[in-house]
């Protein structure tokens, strides 16, 4: 079945720094989501991507779809301390549900 | 609008009881789904309903059934609990499964123990 794995499972940076975290998917996806879930809390949607080759901004968030839509990007710019907390990418493929990335722990030294 | 609701959000259970989750969902969403969270294992799909009376399995359905009498509402049973489905459970609701109305509302979540 379809497999998305997430690296790094961990990362710690300096706030100011900047970071990215990469999904990759054992099958072409026809959409990829990306969640953030603050310590304690639950998933929060924060993009969708469906084009190849899609890249959208939120401030200092950028998120990239790859050209073959197997795989996908999230970069922070400038790392502030209220960025922490667990980035998940989830893609659909040719099922009709959801496959999650195991996640990206953030945490961010002030 | 409420979104996602879950209830209980904490509960502690002892080997071989049994207990039900509830979620209730006013979005008007067809999709509902179960996921338990553990450590270092990321979101998994316990089961899902595509709509009013229809359910399936997810990737770990094994020790849960689920049912959708409304559809607003989505019930998470354990028949007889175990250490190992001592997790973090989660709930959400999706409009479709159609790119652009795909996206998840996830409930605040459910934290059950069983000693």
């Known amino acids: 079945g379809q497999q998305v794995m997430q690296i790094p499972q961990y990362q710690h940076v300096q706030e100011g720094e900047d970071f990215t975290t990469y999904c990759n998917s054992s099958t072409t996806l026809s959409n990829i989501q990306w969640y953030k879930q603050r310590p304690g809390g639950h998933p929060v949607f924060l993009i969708q991507l469906v084009k190849s080759g899609e890249v959208k901004k939120q401030k200092r968030l950028t998120f990239q779809f790859g050209e073959a839509k197997k795989n996908s990007s999230l970069h922070i710019t400038a790392t502030q301390t209220t960025d922490v907390g667990t980035y998940f990418c989830a893609g659909q493929g040719g099922s009709e549900k959801l496959v999650f990335g195991k996640g990206t722990k953030l945490t961010v030294n002030p | 609008n409420a979104g996602v609701t879950q209830t209980p959000k904490f509960r502690v259970l002892k080997t071989g009881q049994s207990m039900t989750l509830l979620c209730a969902q006013d979005?008007?969403?067809?999709?509902m789904y179960w996921y338990r969270q553990d450590p270092g294992m990321g979101l998994r799909l316990i089961h899902y309903s595509v709509g009013e009376g229809t359910t399936a399995k997810g990737e770990v359905p094994d020790g849960y059934n689920v049912s959708r009498l409304k559809k607003q509402n989505f019930l998470l049973g354990l028949e007889s609990a175990a250490p190992s489905q001592t997790s973090v459970y989660f709930c959400?609701?999706?409009?479709?499964?159609?790119?652009?109305?795909?996206?998840?509302?996830f409930g605040a979540g459910s934290r059950l123990t069983v000693l």
């Open positions: 959400a609701s999706s409009q479709s499964t159609y790119s652009g109305a795909n996206v998840l509302t």
């Open positions: 979005m008007n969403h067809e999709y």
